[in-house]
């Protein structure tokens, strides 16, 4: 596809447009109409789509797959696989722990074109420190061998969790104008946009095996660094009153936000300094402010919308769970939309 | 790879090494030492490994993923995208069922190049009645457009089910000596073995659009049927103290018997023909005997072990719930491995 070099560096840009997926997405939707039968299980209708829920013989059931994506390309290129064997599992089971689900079973995906042994044991101690910071065991898992159809690999899983008795799903529903965002801190990229970086490290010519410049290790382990797991955050608060909505900031960056609430306002006013990673990252396109918001993490991985006056009580259940750097990042309040003061940005809607 | 043209045919030879995928998966597993803390499930260990099981809650819950494979290439070589929607659904509520678990909920996973709204309206239609069959609900999927990884499309899913109370989990474990094999006839090819289909017919020449010498369609259109969905028979007979097996003849063909217990004899003294499709499909190879059976469903593509005396009764309950054609195959002896006499094959393993 032609496309100006002076063109501004955004993810459809980079090949992947968001409304043609949901075009098609759509189409397949409206297809759908099963009903399923008396007894086999019922279908909860949820706000915020992060995980699907049934309940059947009284326990709710929750499901959740995502892939990997382009990042595996990047751990082909160094060779490195435990990294994204841990995201397989992490990318999963955070997004059930954005509506509270308690992770308890984790199957993985693997298509490939020839399978390594070497590759596959690292893939194998990746999930397994997946699965221990997801708390979830490994109950099965396909390998489909097909070169005609994947000429590397292409990584995925799906988790599923349950809602222990008398906790509810954490949609959201009793977020509120004045609540206090609590941030937890990410680990490094999400295995999100991996498109856009591998084309602006690529347009850059950035050696893998070498540091960036201010950076501490070569920067194709610096991409690399695994998804944090947000699991323990989600055990430490599902269930308390004072928590009123969970966020997990993967595709999609801070307007993920949007998924609590779309008349809602989060005023994001405390939000941390992203750092030099981002900020090299976003000096290789350049990529506008409003795109690296709405592609990356900026530094922010998971949010707990929360009553202001239990504050301290949960940061201090977040501490005793091991989770000392939840931070706050903002508020809850009249004017739809997330918004960025210090960027002068706003976004209206998720996607 | 170099290739001496008149080296038989078999599903090794067209790419797919067995052997080298086990090792892989092995290395992989040795890696895997998690284990669940107390309240995340309790997964539970069975034979057959058809889907992982874990308790949660007092409920059973019963995983399984599988994907289309490169049966997606025929789809695409015939634009036609309905079969393998509802293969998608089909290969793993299948799975679900050979362990007596009750489907009640999907979840897809589309990896593409391109979405095109005409092929997911299709690949809609098709998933829509893969659910029907199944009985269970879309709870959810994942559609990532990655071009750089995935060239055309490849499709997966995850089926969950689970045990309703009274029904055990069926392993195999009560299978004995003078049980009845009852076979139920598969709707031509389950979605195995079609890097091996799609080079015979390719090496044959043999045109998509039109019948092969005596078929009754365009030959892409029969090689594309949609694969049965088994749930129904499971849903009729998991549960009754006469069930003692069920098998699902996907990839492995008869050998997934051996998965019922491997000192057990099967001896299939009464495997319907084939008929003229796969005679047609083997003469294009020639491909052996023995490579049709452990790679194709031959005709037969569920199978349940039954009490000899309750042979009718259950035949009666099958047909009132809908499945008219199961037939007595053969029977379970105390010679190891699965047998064809008419064919004078006998596999050892599942493997």
Known sequence: MARRASAPWTYAAAGVDRGEVGGALA???????????PGHGRPLSLPGHYAGVSEVDGVRIAVTTDTVGTKVLLAAETGRWSEVGEDMVAINVNDLAAL?????????TISCARPDVRMFAELGRGLDRGLVAGRCALL???TAVVPDLVPAIDLGGTAIGF????????TGSRVRRGDVLLGIPSRGLHANGFTLVRRLVSKARAPLDRPRPGGRMPLGRELLRPTRTYVA?????????????????????????????SRLGFTLDAWPDPGP??????????VADREMFQTFNMGIGFVAVVTPSAVDRLTGLLRRAGVRDARP????????????????LSYRGYA
């Open 27 to 37: 189409a397949l939707r409206r297809r759908i109409r099963a009903r399923v039968p």
């Open 100 to 108: 509270g689900a308690r992770p308890f079973g984790f199957v993985d």
């Open 140 to 142: 099965g898992g396909e």
């Open 163 to 170: 809602f222990p008795a008398r906790r509810a799903p954490v």
């Open 233 to 261: 955050v989600s055990e430490a608060l599902a269930g308390d009153p004072a928590l009123h909505g969970l966020a997990h900031l993967s595709g999609g960056g801070v307007r993920n936000l949007v998924r609590l609430g």
């Open 277 to 286: 990673f981002y900020r090299w990252l976003q000096s290789l396109g350049p």
């Open 329 to 344: 990042i903002g508020r809850v309040d009249g004017r739809p939309g997330v918004h960025l003061p210090a960027w002068g």
